[in-house]
């Protein structure tokens, strides 16, 4: 179903009135963790008055230490809903079990499946059956075609709103957090017919390289961007290294305009 094969067309993902893998690069921005009231309406405020259209943030998080922020869980999706409601942008938020998936779909207009996650097999058939489109992140160390496949079991089980979003491979190399496989776009539009987005922020793990692979990646054909913005990133619980400030979000949302088709 994921295929090209099967349908020689692009995708367009609607969500509400967004057209994601249509004419228009789409930026969700927002920062890494729903941390409090005041973080997240100024994030919201800040990455709208940029041009992104829809607020990320994560009130589910995947931490790799058990003592790390785990997020604000519930409150944290009454803040989103907050947030969408005083600037309008949609919400994308993570989904990180079975459990606690009815709750995050009431409030999130997009339904994130984390690297951790792609291949949480339960997962993703439960999301299958919920009417919300689906951010599907690749696997830390996955190929292109576990990805399609984790595609697949959402799209099988009755869900074709599949966004496909590319945030770096696990590789030798350590400079970077991650190596950000924009290979992968091209590689993916060839394979199947699903609009990509690119998240350059857990792609590189360090706000200085995130700008310039934004612009890699809407070059490389990508129809949206997933970045980290904060107000103040050295105060982050959750990945400030990575995290642009709004300044430097605008400045790159203006620079995307020179290889963008539109934004
Ligand atoms: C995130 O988007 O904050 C996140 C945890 O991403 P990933 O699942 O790609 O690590
Ligand atoms: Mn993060």
Redesign the pocket.
């Known amino acids: 179903l994921a295929s090209r094969a099967f349908h020689p067309e692009d995708s367009v993902v609607m969500v509400g009135d967004l057209a994601i893998g249509g004419e228009e690069i789409h930026v969700m921005a927002g920062p890494?963790?729903v941390e409090s009231r005041e973080q997240l309406l100024e994030a919201a405020r800040q990455v709208k008055a940029a041009g992104a259209t829809i607020l990320?943030g994560?009130a589910y998080?995947?931490r790799t230490s058990p003592y790390s922020f785990q997020g604000l869980e519930e409150e944290g999706l009454k803040l989103l809903a907050e947030a969408r409601e005083l600037t309008g942008l949609k919400i994308v938020t993570?989904v990180m079990d079975v459990r606690t998936l009815p709750l995050v779909a009431e409030y999130a207009d997009i339904l994130?499946?984390?690297?951790?996650?792609?291949q949480n097999f339960f997962l993703l058939r439960e999301v299958a059956r919920v009417d919300k489109p689906v951010l599907l992140?690749?696997g830390?160390s996955c190929t292109i075609e576990e990805w399609l496949m984790a595609a697949e079991y959402i799209m099988s089980g009755g869900n074709h709103r599949v966004i496909l979003?590319e945030?770096?491979i696990r590789t030798f190399e350590n400079y970077t957090r991650n190596t950000l496989d924009l290979t992968a776009v091209p590689v993916v539009k060839y394979l199947s017919h699903l609009p990509v987005v690119v998240?350059p922020?857990?792609g590189v793990g360090k706000w200085r390289f995130v700008p310039t692979m934004a612009r890699a990646a809407v070059a490389a054909g990508a129809d949206g961007l997933?970045v980290?913005v904060h107000p103040n990133p050295a105060e982050a619980l959750?990945?400030g290294p990575q995290s642009l400030t709004p300044e430097n979000f605008a400045h790159m949302m203006k620079e995307l305009h020179s290889v963008a088709r539109a934004v």
């Open positions: 890494c963790a990320r994560g998080k995947p993570e994130q499946i984390g690297a951790r996650n792609m992140k690749r830390l979003c945030r770096g998240d922020s857990h997933l980290e959750c990945d």
